[in-house]
């Protein structure tokens, strides 16, 4: 069974541009959640999602959005990238809201 | 959310049993205690959860007392593969499970 799978693993990007990035469930998981991890610092709450609504959103700017596709898929959009925004995002999943997570490997960013 | 409170690092040697006390005073009577382990540029990986007294599975063992205001992850006989960062997180899964980790403990196990 494949795990949680995210796109890109890396990318680099310039301040102020946009950028998406994907994430697949475990086949069959509902929910999905975005985190964000500063090098050093514990994974931050972004979103979660649950049959394609959201459920939750964490202390982000409103330049931070995401939704969830009929297949479970999801993205996660960044607009007017800064360079704090440079972090490994991490994407879980699970079949209920109320379940443990199953996180993927991340995508790690880099604002220059 | 309740906010926890984890030791930031710990010291093991290999075949030693290591202990994480993590501290989470205002726990609210719906949440679940959860451990993650994760190592470096890798996502968290799911350890163990509880809500009460014990629980076991093939990796870990967690402890809740009664009052359930503390909780402590127990991880027998390391070896070196299990250096890592624990998180400790306690979150209510009607709330949107929106988990908050902590900073983490940083167990490094030493030969």
């Known amino acids: 069974d494949a795990g949680v799978t995210q796109s890109p693993t890396h990318l680099i990007k310039t301040r102020g541009q946009h950028v998406t990035l994907r994430c697949s469930p475990i086949?069959?998981?509902?929910?999905v959640s975005w985190y964000q991890q500063v090098l050093g610092q514990g994974p931050q709450f972004i979103f979660q999602y649950y049959e394609k609504e959201e459920r939750g959103r964490g202390n982000f700017p409103d330049r931070f959005s995401a939704r969830q596709f009929p297949n479970y898929s999801s993205e996660l959009n960044v607009n007017a990238l800064l360079l704090g925004d440079s972090a490994l995002y991490l994407c879980?999943?699970?079949?209920?809201?109320?379940?443990?997570?199953?996180f993927g490997s991340g995508t790690r960013l880099t604002v220059v | 959310l309740a906010k926890t409170t984890q030791p930031i690092s710990m010291d093991s040697y290999e075949g030693q049993e290591v202990n994480i006390t993590c501290s989470h005073n205002n726990i609210a009577t719906n949440d679940y205690i959860t451990w993650y382990q994760q190592f470096p540029s890798q996502g968290p990986r799911f350890i163990i959860q509880g809500y009460k007294t014990k629980v076991t599975n093939e990796v870990a063992s967690l402890f809740i007392p009664a009052d359930r205001k503390s909780s402590t992850l127990s991880l027998p006989r390391v070896s070196l593969s299990d250096t890592a960062v624990y998180y400790c997180?306690?979150?209510?899964?009607?709330?949107?499970?929106?988990?908050?980790f902590g900073g983490g403990t940083r167990v490094l196990v030493k030969p």
């Open positions: 086949s069959g998981h509902k929910s």
């Open positions: 997180l306690v979150g209510d899964g009607a709330a949107g499970n929106k988990l908050t």
């Open positions: 879980a999943s699970s079949f209920y809201d109320s379940d443990a997570y199953t």
